[in-house]
């Protein structure tokens, strides 16, 4: 099965700040990744999918880029709301896998 | 609206069977994959498996085969997720979620089931 890292597993950050997240796939993945937010108590929400395709009504201060093996999704002013935990996903393979997680926390 | 509305919580003893549904409205239920990720208390997504309802076409994680059935009724437009005797390792938050069939990220997703499994 295809592995997720992702990295790092939390970061501290301040409100404005430019965060940015990776996800490393074990094998090459094409652009079959897709991003996803989640905070305490809530169901996990799509923001970004097929790499960098920025899924409808998510604020376009997140991005996400890469092919293959090594992924980014990027916050450019990170905003109160954005504090939650952010996890990738592959659909390379019908073995579905999600990373780790990247738990983002108010400085 | 597209919806994903899943059962409610449930209490349960090691050693009991179980099944938690997913009511999917405002799309063709048989037009799409239903999957189920589970949650364990404070850690991070596992993807158990996926279904098909239009022909029940069904795929499980490693982990999970032979642990769970996932199945669907397409009559009533429900997925299940069910076992047929729980472990306390099995308490967790139980989420599914829609994938079109070419499409390559899960939306939208239920709202979750939480599972205790406790003696």
């Known amino acids: 099965a295809i592995q997720l890292t992702q990295s790092p597993s939390s970061l501290s950050a301040s409100v404005g700040d430019r965060v940015t997240i990776t996800c490393r796939a074990s094998?090459?993945?094409?652009?079959?990744l897709a991003w996803y937010q989640q905070k305490p108590g809530k169901a996990p929400k799509l923001l970004i999918y097929d790499a960098s395709s920025l899924e409808s009504g998510v604020p376009s201060r997140f991005s996400g880029s890469g092919s293959g093996t090594d992924f980014t999704l990027t916050i450019s002013s990170l905003q109160p709301e954005d504090f939650a935990t952010y996890y990738c996903?592959?659909?390379?393979?019908?073995?579905?896998?999600f990373g780790g997680g990247t738990k983002v926390e108010i400085k | 609206e597209v919806q994903l509305v899943q059962s409610g919580a449930e209490v349960k003893k090691p050693g009991e069977s179980l099944k938690i549904s997913c009511k999917g409205s405002g799309y063709s239920f048989t037009s799409y994959w239903i999957g189920w990720v589970r949650q364990m208390p404070g850690k991070g997504l596992e993807w158990m498996g996926i279904i098909y309802p239009g022909d029940s076409d069904t795929r499980y994680s490693p982990s999970f085969q032979g642990q769970v059935t996932i199945s669907a009724d397409k009559s009533i437009s429900t997925a299940y997720l069910q076992w047929s005797s729980l472990k306390a390792s099995d308490t967790a938050m139980y989420y599914c979620?829609?994938?079109?069939?070419?499409?390559?990220?899960?939306?939208?997703w239920g709202q979750g089931t939480l599972v205790t499994v406790s003696s």
């Open positions: 979620a829609r994938r079109g069939i070419a499409a390559r990220f899960f939306d939208p």
């Open positions: 094998q090459g993945i094409s652009s079959a």
């Open positions: 996903q592959q659909f390379n393979s019908y073995l579905l896998t």
